[in-house]
């Protein structure tokens, strides 16, 4: 079933794809669906400024800071399963013991991940996914996409993502609302980080999309090459 949606969605986007090649006067090539993808990034704007950004506002106002780290760090022992598996599958044998050693340390020193006690042993926190392990595998990033709610991403992440979630470490959680609750937070506690960000990005760019859509792709490069991206390489 989940091998199904993601081919639904990657008829979807293809045919969309068709759709805006047909177009003229494409200003850049790696966004050929700009014009639905500027509509999706005004809806995602709206969203993060009435609802998402509010609520990781009270968060901050009423959660001291490190009651904020132990949420982030309790949470964030839970994504180092599956960058651990990434790991694995992209051949990073190292790194991937490496996260099985913070999970093992952060769950039993570091009192349920709460406290990020390997960290301070020298064990590194990486930042890997599915669609960083797509790419390594030879898969390219294709046509730039703005996801509803999920925000930007490469058409090669976005199918990637439906692989994400379905394989979340909280879909362990038997009850519903407790594994519910823990995804919310996820989500508030990664905004609460990112507050004070869109001040530089308004001081940064006439054209907020465009910028991020820039960034995005140029820190997903960084990512897939783990910091050391060929000269002058960029995402086709």
Request: proline fraction near 5%; include cysteine.
């Given at each position: 079933?989940?091998?199904?949606?993601?081919?639904?969605?990657?008829?979807?986007?293809?045919?969309?794809?068709?759709?805006?090649?047909?177009?003229?006067?494409?200003?850049?090539?790696?966004?050929?669906?700009?014009?639905?993808?500027?509509?999706?990034?005004?809806?995602?704007?709206?969203?993060?400024?009435?609802?998402?950004?509010?609520?990781?506002?009270?968060?901050?106002?009423?959660?001291?800071?490190?009651?904020?780290?132990?949420?982030?760090?309790?949470?964030?022992?839970?994504?180092?399963?599956?960058?651990?598996?990434?790991?694995?599958?992209?051949?990073?044998?190292?790194?991937?013991?490496?996260?099985?050693?913070?999970?093992?340390?952060?769950?039993?020193?570091?009192?349920?991940?709460?406290?990020?006690?390997?960290?301070?042993?020298?064990?590194?926190?990486?930042?890997?996914?599915?669609?960083?392990?797509?790419?390594?595998?030879?898969?390219?990033?294709?046509?730039?996409?703005?996801?509803?709610?999920?925000?930007?991403?490469?058409?090669?992440?976005?199918?990637?993502?439906?692989?994400?979630?379905?394989?979340?470490?909280?879909?362990?959680?038997?009850?519903?609302?407790?594994?519910?609750?823990?995804?919310?937070?996820?989500?508030?506690?990664?905004?609460?980080?990112?507050l004070g960000a869109e001040t530089?990005?308004?001081?940064?760019?006439?054209?907020?999309?465009?910028?991020?859509?820039?960034?995005?792709?140029?820190?997903?490069?960084?990512?897939?090459?783990?910091?050391?991206?060929?000269?002058?390489?960029?995402?086709?």
């Open positions: 079933m989940m091998l199904r949606r993601c081919l639904s969605v990657l008829v979807l986007l293809v045919g969309l794809n068709g759709v805006a090649m047909a177009q003229e006067g494409l200003r850049d090539p790696r966004d050929p669906w700009e014009k639905f993808n500027r509509g999706v990034y005004a809806f995602n704007d709206a969203a993060d400024t009435y609802v998402l950004k509010p609520v990781a506002e009270t968060y901050v106002a009423v959660t001291p800071l490190p009651a904020r780290t132990w949420v982030a760090n309790f949470l964030g022992n839970f994504g180092d399963t599956w960058i651990a598996f990434n790991n694995l599958l992209q051949g990073k044998f190292g790194d991937a013991a490496s996260d099985v050693g913070r999970i093992l340390v952060n769950s039993t020193v570091g009192i349920l991940g709460t406290f990020d006690v390997a960290s301070e042993m020298g064990l590194e926190k990486h930042d890997e996914d599915f669609g960083q392990t797509l790419a390594v595998w030879g898969v390219g990033g294709g046509p730039f996409v703005e996801v509803p709610l999920f925000g930007p991403r490469t058409l090669r992440d976005g199918a990637a993502l439906f692989v994400d979630k379905y394989v979340d470490p909280f879909r362990i959680i038997d009850r519903v609302a407790v594994r519910n609750t823990m995804a919310g937070m996820q989500i508030v506690s990664d905004r609460s980080f990112l530089v990005l308004d001081n940064a760019a006439l054209d907020k999309y465009a910028y991020r859509r820039d960034f995005y792709l140029k820190r997903r490069t960084y990512l897939i090459y783990d910091g050391n991206p060929p000269r002058d390489d960029e995402e086709e």
